[in-house]
C-alpha cells in the first residue's frame, strides 16, 4: 500500500531567523522582555506614588503607626477591654505620649531662651573683642559696617523671604492636612483592619487570593519588628547624646535627648538637626573645645547607629542582609527623598518576607490560620 508523501508547511523567515539562534539567546530574550515588563510596572507605580505623595506618605506613616498600636489593641481586647475603649486608648495614648515629649522640649528651650540669648550676646561680643585683637587687626567700625551691610543685604531681599514665607504657609497647609489624614487612617487600621485588608485581598483572582492574603500577614509581622526595633535604636541615639550632654553639663540635656529621640524616626534630617542643636547649645554657653566634644559625641552615636545599629540590628531583626538595608536607604533617599530613607527599610523588609512566602509555596497546601473569608467573593 502505497502513501502519499506529506509535503512540509512552508516556513516563515522570523521562524527560520529563530530556529538558526542559540538556544541561549531564546532563554535570554524571554527573560529580557518579562524583566523589562515588570521594571516598567515598577516605574509606572513609583511615579503615581510620587504624584500622589500628599496621599501616600500620610497613609504609610499611619500604617507604621498601626503597627505598633494593633497589637497593643489586641492585647488589651484579650484582656477583657471593649473594642471600643481599647481603640480609644491606643490613639489617644499614643498622641498624648507625643505631645507631651514635643512639650518637654518646646517647655525647657522656653524656659532657657532668657539665658540662651545673655549667653549668645556675651560670646558675640568675647567674639567681636577676638576679632579687634587677633593677627587679623579687624576694627569694631568695620564689625559694625559688615553687619549694617548684612542688614542692607536682608532688606533688600525682602522679597525672597516674603515668597518663602508664602511656600512655608503652603506646606504649613499640607502638613496639618496630611496629620489629619495620618490620625484618620490609624484609627480605621485599628477599628477595621481585618476587613480592608480582606477588601483588598479580594480585588485579586480567587485562585490568587490564599497567597497574597498569607503573604500580607507575613509582611505585617515583620513591619511590627520593624517598628519595635526602630524604637529601640531611636532610645538609644537619644540616651547616647543626652548623656553626653549631661557630662558635658549643658542646661538642655533633657529637651536635646527628646529632640534626638523624635529625631531618629526622621532619617538624615532629623539626626543632623538635632546634632545641630546639641553643638550649637555647647558653643553659646561655653567655648569651642566644648562644643568640638559634643560634636564628636554626636558623630560617635550617629556612627554607631549607621554602621552597627541599623545594619546589624535592624538587620537580623527583619530578616534582610546589612548590605540590603543600607543600600535601601540610599536609594530611597535618592528617589524620593526623606520620606524614601524614611519607608525605604520598612518597604523592602516587608517585601522581602512577602516573597518568601509566595516563593515557599506553602499556602498552597497550608493556609495562613488567621486567613477567613478571602477565598470566596464578597
Known amino acids: 500500500m502505497a502513501f502519499a508523501r506529506r509535503t512540509p508547511e512552508p516556513r516563515s523567515r522570523a521562524q527560520i ?32 506614588v510620587m504624584q500622589l505623595r500628599y496621599l501616600v506618605i500620610p497613609l504609610m506613616i499611619a500604617v507604621l503607626v498601626a503597627a505598633l498600636l494593633v497589637p497593643f489593641s489586641n492585647w488589651l481586647q484579650r484582656h477583657g477591654w471593649p473594642k471600643w475603649l481599647a481603640v480609644t486608648l491606643s490613639e489617644v495614648g499614643i498622641i498624648a505620649i507625643v505631645a507631651g515629649l514635643l512639650y518637654i522640649v518646646v517647655d525647657q528651650i522656653a524656659a532657657g531662651v532668657p539665658a540662651l540669648q545673655a549667653k549668645a550676646v556675651q560670646q558675640f561680643e568675647a567674639l567681636k573683642a577676638w576679632l ?19 542688614w542692607e543685604n536682608l532688606q533688600r531681599d525682602s522679597s525672597f523671604i516674603l515668597s518663602g514665607a508664602a511656600s512655608l504657609g503652603s506646606v504649613s497647609g499640607h502638613l496639618v492636612t496630611g496629620l489629619l489624614l495620618t490620625l484618620f487612617s490609624t484609627l480605621f487600621i485599628l477599628i477595621d483592619g481585618r476587613g480592608i485588608w480582606n477588601w483588598i485581598v ?9 497567597a497574597v492574603a498569607g503573604s500580607g500577614e507575613a509582611g505585617w509581622v515583620t513591619l511590627t519588628n520593624f517598628v519595635k526595633v526602630q524604637i529601640m535604636v531611636a532610645a538609644i541615639d537619644a540616651f547616647g547624646i543626652g548623656l553626653g550632654a549631661v557630662i558635658l553639663q ?4 533633657i529637651p536635646i535627648a527628646v529632640a534626638v529621640f523624635l529625631g531618629s524616626f526622621i532619617p538624615i534630617v532629623g539626626a543632623v538637626i538635632t546634632g545641630a542643636l546639641a553643638v550649637l547649645v555647647a558653643l553659646i554657653y561655653y567655648d569651642i573645645w566644648i562644643a ?44 524620593a527623598g526623606i520620606p524614601g530613607a524614611l519607608f525605604a527599610v520598612p518597604v523592602v523588609a516587608s517585601l522581602n518576607a512577602m516573597i518568601k512566602y509566595i516563593a515557599a509555596g506553602r499556602w498552597r497546601t497550608t493556609p495562613h490560620p488567621t486567613i477567613k473569608d478571602v477565598t470566596r467573593d464578597a
Not at 542559540?22 to 515598577?42: C, E, F, K, T
Not at 549643658?250 to 540635656?253: N, Q, V
Open 17 to 48: 531567523v529563530s530556529d538558526s539562534m542559540p538556544v541561549g539567546m531564546h532563554i535570554a530574550g524571554a527573560w529580557s522582555w518579562r524583566i523589562l515588563a515588570i521594571v516598567g510596572v515598577i516605574g509606572v507605580l513609583i511615579f503615581l
Open 132 to 150: 579687634v585683637d587677633s593677627p587679623l587687626q579687624v576694627s569694631e567700625a568695620d564689625l559694625n559696617g559688615y553687619i549694617a551691610d548684612a
Open 202 to 210: 479580594r480585588l485579586f483572582p480567587r485562585k490568587a487570593r490564599p
Open 250 to 253: 549643658l542646661p538642655l540635656a
Open 292 to 335: 568640638l566634644i559634643m560634636l564628636g559625641i554626636v558623630l560617635l552615636v550617629q556612627q554607631i547607629e549607621g554602621h552597627v545599629l541599623q545594619p546589624l540590628i535592624m538587620g537580623t531583626v527583619v530578616k534582610v542582609h546589612p548590605l540590603a538595608v543600607v543600600l535601601a536607604v540610599a536609594g530611597g533617599a535618592m528617589l
